[in-house]
């Protein structure tokens, strides 16, 4: 057989769904491992997604998407996220996912560095190394309120530094990066000429607190931003995200596009279009369901004396289990799936810095997670000296 790619075997594959597919294989588990909404998806996106298959819109589309979609799009995020686009800036790709993958092959080249969030998401990770570039963990903890400090990641940035990926609200923390915090990333961004690639994939829930997107204040082109339609509108097997870029940059994306997907699955883009511009109810009444998870479930941590951070964003809890992982959460979820049938993804898939951590998704029936939680090893009593 001739040889594989060494490239290829390089990217890291993901601890989350390790575990996903270890509890799939088993009866009575509760899942809590995957980020997938547990909400309907509202009548009316249906309706538009059947509709554009009954009625046969299954043609390619440009590759950048149905021109209603990106008009719709980069209304919403003039109106929205304050950013001034034109729809001619915003790209219609499968998913965040793709969006990522885009951004980074925009600006990376092989061997050249990206600073990514640890924890952080895994694709941040895998999708460089498919590029035969490097991802360089910047450290979120708990020292710091899991929020960056500017001053570590100076001294992080080489000759070969191209870009810096920016989450928030944060997968898997549930932070979300203050204004300041956002225009000092800039700053940082601006000062040593770095891409800032903004994931913003959880705009929509936010706990008290504002989403801001980087872009609103970006007077320099830096910022590539990220949107999707999984999280908000439920719509995660639909593969429907955004990617907004500067302007006059068609034709390269249109070759990419071209060569990766050619376009987003027609009817899926229609959904798409129906969830942007219609009523926001189900938004609505997603965000107050995994609110109110949260804080039953943060209430239900507080009783059991197990470390959390308290969440201001997206829809996971970050729990400290270190007083049982003894230095291997990743074995030690996994031991929990089959001991306990809980499935849990452990914080070290998300990066060195999530070793002792798990993240648990709320979106999910109050009584599975509640009981998921209710699992979990107690904190042993401190053994008097
Ligand atoms: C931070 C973050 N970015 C991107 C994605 C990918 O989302 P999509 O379904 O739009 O590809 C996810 C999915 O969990 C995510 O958590």
Known sequence: MPSFSRTAFAVPGSGIRRI??????????????????????????LEAASRAWLSDETDYTANAGIAPLRDAIAAKLRRVNGMPVDAEQVWVTPGATEALYLALSLVLEPGDEVLVPDPGYTTFTMAPRMLSAVPVPYRLDSARAFLPDVAALESLVTARTRAIIVNSPSNPLGVVFPEPVLRELLAFASRHDLW????????????GVPHVSPASFDAEDRVLTVHSFSKTYALTGARVGSLVVPSGLDGVLRTYQEAIVSCVNT????????????????????????????????????????RYLEPRGAFYLWVDVSH????DVAHW??????EQRVSVAPGSAFGAAGEGWIRVCAAASRETLLAGLGRLPRVPASVPA
């Open 20 to 45: 996903h597919e270890i509890a799939l294989r088993m009866p009575d588990v509760l899942p809590l491992a995957v980020g997938e909404p547990d909400r309907a998806v509202a009548p009316h996106v």
């Open 196 to 207: 800032l690639i903004s994931d913003e994939v959880y705009e929509a829930f936010t706990w």
């Open 267 to 306: 009817p899926a883009q229609h959904a798409a279009l129906a969830a942007i511009t219609g009523p926001q109810d189900a938004v609505a009444e997603a965000a107050e369901h995994y609110r109110s998870n949260l804080a039953a479930a943060s209430a239900l941590l507080d009783e059991l004396g197990i």
């Open 324 to 327: 049982a992982s003894g230095g």
């Open 333 to 338: 979820a996994e031991r929990f799936l089959l």
